[in-house]
């Protein structure tokens, strides 16, 4: 009896002690070499396009500002309003995209709301620093643009320049 009831505890006791969790297959703890590979050239292709973008900002007689993520700027007061634009605020824009060479790629007057990725992230980014009335020059690299892609507008890694206004 007093067997039973020993292999009967130690059962037990085994039974309720935790099993170390187990990683689900898709979660990767190494390093994948591809992906590193990739990230590596990624930011090569970036820092390129940076030193062309210098370059231009560098040739231009205008006083740009530069973000965190890489967008140019600089900004027109017209208005003194500080009325800046907020997440899910609509907005009336007008703006012209041009290329780094200074052709018109296309124009457009439309109405969107803040945060709802109507625009590409560089615009957007830009109608956040403006009030109503205010315009911008904006200087947009292709990785917060128009990105690896492009459009049927804008063909891919193109770099930018936008004119915008806030209506």
Do not use: G, P, R
């Given at each position: 009896?007093?067997?039973?009831?020993?292999?009967?505890?130690?059962?037990?006791a085994i039974a309720c002690t935790r099993q170390v969790p187990q990683l689900p297959s898709n979660k990767v703890t190494?390093?994948?070499s591809s992906g590193v590979a990739l990230q590596l050239a990624?930011?090569?292709?970036i820092s390129g396009e940076n030193s062309i973008v210098q370059n231009f900002i560098a040739k231009s007689n205008i006083d740009f500002q530069k973000s965190n993520s890489g967008l140019w700027y600089k900004i027109y007061k017209i208005e003194k309003y500080q009325n800046k634009p907020k997440q899910g605020q609509n907005c009336k824009?007008?703006?012209?995209?041009?290329?780094?060479e200074n052709k018109l790629l296309y124009n457009e007057t439309k109405n969107i709301v803040i945060g709802k990725k109507q625009l590409i992230n560089g615009i957007e980014e830009t109608l956040l620093f403006l009030s109503e009335g205010d315009s911008a020059i904006a200087v947009i690299p292709w990785y917060i643009g128009y990105g690896m892609k492009g459009n049927d507008r804008i063909p891919p890694y193109t770099s930018v320049v936008v004119h915008l206004k806030r209506l």
């Open positions: 009896m007093k067997e039973i009831l020993f292999l009967l505890l130690i059962s037990l190494a390093a994948d990624n930011e090569k292709l824009i007008n703006y012209f995209v041009f290329s780094l």
